[in-house]
Every structure is written in C-alpha cells, then in structure tokens.
C-alpha cells in the first residue's frame, strides 16, 4: 500500500471522520500522506510538538507513560480502524504519551495545519469533530471508573464487554466470539494490574460461565459479563 485510499467510505469508517461530508471526506484524503513503521519504532514520545495525527490501517501501535524508573503504563493500544494523535493536533499542546509500534504498522498522517484548515472553513465538520472528542472525554472518565470503583474481576468483565462494544457496537448480542490480538500483560497493562492477578481473573471468570476460551477464541457471555462487571452493592 503506498497510494492514498481516496473511498469515502473507508475515511467515514473512523468515528472522529463519520459526520464528513463527501466533499469533505475527499479533501482529507488530498491532505493525508502514507507512512510505514517497524516493529519498535517510537513514532512519537510525549513533550514532543503535536504536529500531525495518525490514522492506523495495519498492525498495532501503543500509547504509554514511563515513570522515571522506567516502569511503563500502557494507556491504549490501536488497531487497523483507529485514530490517535488527536488531541495535541487540535488543542496546540504536546504530546501527553509515547507512541510506539508493536508491530510492523502502515497509516496515514494527517498535518495539523492542514486539518485546521479543513475544519475551520466548515462550521457543521467543527461540530462534528467537538462531538467526537466529547465522546473520548466519556470513554476516558469510564476507564477511570473502572480502576478506581471496581475490583478486578469486574475490570477484567468491563474490558471484554468493551471490546465487543468496538465490534459491535452498543448493542450486544447475547453471547459472541473475540480473537484477542492483546497478551494477558497488555491487558493488565491497561487495567493497571499485574500479569499474574489479570490470570487467575481470566481463570475466575471462566469459572463463573461468562468466558470459555477453545483453540485461541474467547467466547463471551454477554449476560454473565454485564452482571459481573456492574456487581450488586451489598
């Protein structure tokens, strides 16, 4: 791949880019520039200018934080579909994390000055974009939420269930299948929790019906998630 994919359908598959126009959509695509990333390479590290945002079409890249004895906290992981790079485009701020590919990564890069440009000259795309940066701000108050009120059983339910939600959507099925791509230390990673306790909740909530995992699928129990991950108060 090394032409600029210029389907409208293929811009407006990524939620910040949905409410675009076609015209509009057509201009992003004029504006984007392809680039390839190693496995390992550091695309970004945080106090770096925000200068450009990166739309992902393969492989898997991480944010991160690194304390000053170099302890790392993974703050997300994007795949073929997301977004990142974001916030330091549009609120003229550094970078607030590391970027780094997982794997062999392609996307595409999307200037600030040039996307600031694009939206600026269109009031309804501005809108568009402060509706999708709300959304983020919701999603960020809900993982919070999750490490501070919730123990990790529930954690680790509230993953799956927001995983499947990537999938599909709001509206779950009863039960659905999911082929992770994440090891047990990115997920505890995410959750702020060890390898180890991420395992037994893993084995915990197998034990409990709402997981069964069969040659590297996970089968989910919506139902049973939902009750663990949102528990009665006593």
């Given at each position: 791949?090394?032409?600029?994919?210029?389907?409208?359908?293929?811009?407006?598959?990524?939620?910040?880019?949905?409410?675009?126009?076609?015209?509009?959509?057509?201009?992003?695509?004029?504006?984007?520039?392809?680039?390839?990333?190693?496995?390992?390479?550091?695309?970004?590290?945080?106090?770096?200018?925000?200068?450009?945002?990166?739309?992902?079409?393969?492989?898997?890249?991480?944010?991160?934080?690194?304390?000053?004895?170099?302890?790392?906290?993974?703050?997300?992981?994007?795949?073929?579909?997301?977004?990142?790079?974001?916030?330091?485009?549009?609120?003229?701020?550094?970078?607030?994390?590391?970027?780094?590919?997982?794997?062999?990564?392609?996307?595409?890069?999307i200037g600030k000055k040039a996307f600031l440009d694009l939206?600026?000259?269109?009031?309804?795309?501005?809108?568009?974009?402060?509706?999708?940066?709300?959304?983020?701000?919701?999603?960020?108050?809900?993982?919070?939420?999750?490490?501070?009120?919730?123990?990790?059983?529930?954690?680790?339910?509230?993953?799956?269930?927001?995983?499947?939600?990537?999938?599909?959507?709001?509206?779950?099925?009863?039960?659905?299948?999911?082929?992770?791509?994440?090891?047990?230390?990115?997920?505890?990673?995410?959750?702020?929790?060890?390898?180890?306790?991420?395992?037994?909740?893993?084995?915990?909530?197998?034990?409990?019906?709402?997981?069964?995992?069969?040659?590297?699928?996970?089968?989910?129990?919506?139902?049973?998630?939902?009750?663990?991950?949102?528990?009665?108060?006593?």
């Amino acid at each position: 791949m090394t032409e600029i994919n210029r389907s409208p359908a293929f811009w407006r598959s990524f939620p910040i880019f949905e409410e675009f126009d076609k015209e509009t959509l057509c201009e992003l695509a004029d504006i984007a520039s392809y680039r390839k990333w190693p496995a390992g390479t550091v695309i970004f590290q945080r106090g770096d200018e925000g200068n450009y945002m990166i739309v992902v079409v393969s492989g898997r890249i991480k944010l991160s934080l690194f304390t000053p004895q170099g302890r790392e906290l993974m703050l997300r992981q994007h795949e073929a579909g997301a977004l990142f790079g974001e916030m330091a485009v549009l609120d003229d701020q550094p970078r607030s994390a590391d970027a780094t590919a997982v794997t062999a990564a392609e996307g595409y890069v999307i200037g600030k000055k040039a996307f600031l440009d694009l939206i600026t000259q269109k009031p309804k795309i501005a809108e568009a974009v402060i509706r999708f940066l709300c959304a983020q701000l919701r999603d960020t108050t809900d993982r919070l939420e999750t490490i501070a009120l919730y123990d990790l059983n529930a954690r680790v339910a509230r993953f799956f269930l927001a995983t499947l939600r990537q999938i599909h959507g709001n509206e779950l099925p009863a039960s659905a299948n999911l082929r992770l791509t994440l090891s047990q230390t990115d997920i505890a990673a995410i959750l702020g929790a060890s390898r180890p306790k991420v395992n037994r909740a893993i084995l915990w909530l197998e034990d409990s019906g709402a997981l069964k995992r069969t040659d590297g699928i996970i089968s989910c129990n919506v139902g049973r998630l939902l009750t663990i991950a949102d528990p009665p108060e006593d």
